[in-house]
């Protein structure tokens, strides 16, 4: 059986997105289903992290064939490049975002029965870009601190929206004059759903 690089690249990719949820799923696990996102998004952006990882001990190696192989698809996967991976897992999220059946990531779920329908591809792919988006505002260093905090203060416990924030709040330094904390930029992406919405304003 012959193995294409995507297929390499996605069973690599699904290695380490199931060994991130030994922590952030089993060893951290969301308080109720409204919270999956939480677990989704970070295994997801650990996975992308991972396979970063992977792609430089490639160009160091002498195998030069297998690194040119899989330069092209993990470029828009390195943490390095945040623009192109951001952009990459944004435009997934993008389509399901036009739909109005479509739910954002904290979403209320009332039974078990409901959380069947927020497992879906949407969740990793917005989640992850958001996670992205959060490191660019924050520093890489930062929010390394913020994921090792939470499997610190949160290991065989439950972890809600509120603690996630919480928890990077408390190492985080404001990052403009109005003394806000950098997730104001980010937690709309998390509770709202659909497309971002530019509103110009005439002024007289």
Same mark, same amino acid.
């Given at each position: 059986?012959?193995?294409?690089?995507?297929?390499?690249?996605?069973?690599? +990719?699904?290695?380490?997105?199931?060994?991130?949820?030994?922590?952030?799923?089993?060893?951290?696990?969301?308080?109720?289903?409204?919270?999956?996102?939480?677990?989704?998004? *970070?295994?997801?952006?650990?996975?992308?992290?991972?396979?970063?990882?992977?792609?430089?001990?490639?160009?160091?190696? &002498? !195998? &030069?064939?297998?690194?040119?192989?899989?330069?092209?698809?993990?470029?828009? $996967? %390195? $943490?390095?490049?945040?623009?192109?991976?951001?952009?990459?897992?944004?435009?997934?999220?993008?389509?399901?975002?036009?739909?109005?059946? +479509?739910?954002? =990531? $904290?979403?209320?779920?009332?039974?078990?029965?409901?959380?069947?329908?927020?497992?879906? !591809?949407? =969740?990793?792919? #917005?989640?992850?870009?958001?996670? *992205?988006?959060?490191?660019?505002?924050?520093? %890489?260093?930062?929010?390394?601190?913020? $994921?090792?905090? *939470?499997?610190?203060?949160?290991?065989? #416990? +439950?972890?809600?929206?509120?603690?996630? %924030?919480?928890?990077?709040? &408390? *190492?985080?330094?404001?990052?403009?004059?109005?003394? #806000?904390?950098?997730?104001?930029?980010?937690?709309?992406?998390?509770?709202?759903?659909?497309? +971002? #919405?530019?509103?110009?304003?005439?002024?007289?």
């Amino acid at each position: 059986m012959t193995y294409s690089t995507l297929d390499w690249l996605n069973q690599c +990719n699904n290695h380490f997105t199931f060994s991130a949820h030994v922590w952030f799923g089993n060893y951290v696990t969301q308080r109720w289903w409204n919270d999956l996102w939480i677990k989704e998004s *970070i295994s997801t952006y650990l996975a992308a992290d991972c396979l970063a990882g992977l792609a430089e001990k490639f160009r160091n190696s &002498s !195998d &030069s064939v297998i690194y040119t192989l899989i330069q092209k698809e993990i470029q828009l $996967l %390195r $943490l390095g490049q945040i623009c192109q991976h951001f952009t990459e897992l944004k435009s997934m999220a993008f389509l399901r975002e036009q739909f109005e059946h +479509n739910h954002p =990531l $904290l979403t209320e779920c009332e039974d078990v029965h409901q959380a069947e329908s927020l497992y879906d !591809d949407f =969740l990793p792919q #917005k989640g992850s870009a958001i996670m *992205i988006y959060l490191e660019y505002i924050v520093g %890489r260093q930062t929010m390394i601190t913020g $994921l090792k905090k *939470i499997v610190k203060d949160f290991g065989y #416990k +439950n972890i809600a929206f509120e603690e996630f %924030r919480t928890t990077f709040e &408390s *190492i985080l330094q404001p990052v403009n004059q109005d003394k #806000k904390s950098p997730l104001v930029y980010v937690e709309p992406f998390i509770t709202n759903q659909g497309m +971002n #919405k530019l509103e110009l304003v005439k002024i007289i």
